[in-house]
């Protein structure tokens, strides 16, 4: 027989039923032995107390009318008495049958009943004595005047009322384990119901389409199997917020998948701009030489421009990676003075303003990319304010921001500004491949810092924060 092969399952409701039944049938039994021993010893004390009296009354002086296998009214059937005389020969005899009330009939006992009374010694308590023949007794052994009295009852009375109390205690037992596990079998399958509507719950989330695609999981458990109180309530409460994280993360997923899809859709696009217009260019030179002059600058931009691009689409990739930035001190106010001045040079239509504290700031990181961070935002704030306008860079000491007066961010546009090719309405898009600001988060959040926008028509502010800045 194979005994490696699949088992029947055992249920949570067979387990406890089980151990139900178990428990009851142990605590019957210990119930019932204890009973039983209990019953049997208050009817051996019982049956003690007789002998005792049938003891006195066998080694008491004879009465005239008697004869010596006569017993005495009252006596029990099955009643034994013999004497053995210090000289002369022993005798003894057994109630057989009743005559009336008056003396009953006796009969004798034989050689070998008679020696089985014999071998026992006088003792002032009775002794447990099998006769041949006659069975189990319980015997009291005296000395009398002129030799041994012996006196005994018959155990078999005892015997029979212990074993019928021992069935008595099996039957009720055994319809008691019955009716454990017929109602435990009941209040267990009512009390696990909740915990199969639970499972039924995660079972049709199971079969729910998860691969791809937006996900709606309106499956949850019922607010009533969620009482954290109970332990059906905590599993039914914890499956609710599994199902939670993982609507949101495949909430996420989408949007990543999307994400990603806009994206490659928008550097091809970027790309395809100034690849049609190095390829347009050049086919004008290859028909027009005189024009080659203007057709190679026009080819060098473009090949500039998309050199920039793919640099920032590689700076994001290697960002997105998690790729390592170097960690060095840096002299955050010198930085921010530096691309001030720069900007100032560049573009000096807008008032540029810069607040730094007495002493000079240091944080942690990598200064070239935090120096790029400084310049997007710059050249973001030149890009999208009208000339006249006025930007202000205040350090901090937990990092720096960058205000202007310019018309702001559009409403709808304020919640995706630090997304990749994000393009803005007129006033705020000339020219650029919206890649600024979410280069500007991706390096601010490589160095564990958060970058946040606040912006309305005339006060806009961009505030970047960086871990542990130090003074």
Known sequence: MDLTGPRLPRTLTA????????????????????TALA????????????????????????????????FG????????????PDSGESWGSVLSEREGEGWSASTALDTAQLTALDSLRADRDPQSVDVPDLGSYRVLVTDVSGGTVVAGLP???????????????????????????????????????PLREVAATAHRVAELPLASGEIEMTERVPARLTDERTEVGQVGSALNAMLDHVEASLGQRHRSEQQVRQFVADASHELRTPLATIAGYTELARHR????????????TESARMTALVEDLLLLARLDSGRPLERRPVDLSRLLLEAVDDVRVVDAERSWRLSLPDEPITVTGDEARLHQVVSNLLTNARKHTP????????????????????????????????ERFTRGDAARTRGGAGLGLSLVEAIVGAHGGTVTLDSRPGDTTIAVELPSPRP
């Open 289 to 300: 030489p005189e024009t080659s002059g203007t057709a190679l600058d026009k080819v060098e």
């Open 155 to 193: 155990r078999s009375e005892v015997a029979e009322t212990v074993e019928r109390l021992v069935q008595l205690e099996l039957l009720t037992g055994l319809l008691g384990v019955l009716a454990a596990a017929g109602a435990g079998t009941w209040v267990v399958r009512r009390q696990l119901a």
């Open 15 to 34: 387990r406890l039923v089980a151990v139900v039944v178990v428990l009851v049938a142990a605590s019957a039994l210990l119930i019932g032995a204890a």
């Open 39 to 70: 019953m049997q010893r208050n009817l051996d004390q019982r049956l003690d107390a007789d002998v005792r009296d049938a003891a006195r009354f066998v080694a008491g002086p004879r009465r005239p009318d008697r004869d010596d296998d006569d």
């Open 73 to 84: 009214p009252g006596q029990r059937y099955g009643s034994i008495e013999a004497y053995y």
């Open 387 to 418: 000339p006249g306008s006025t930007v202000t860079v205040t350090a901090t000491d937990r990092g720096f921001t960058v205000h202007d007066d310019g018309p702001g961010f559009a409403p709808g546009l304020a919640p995706h500004a630090f």
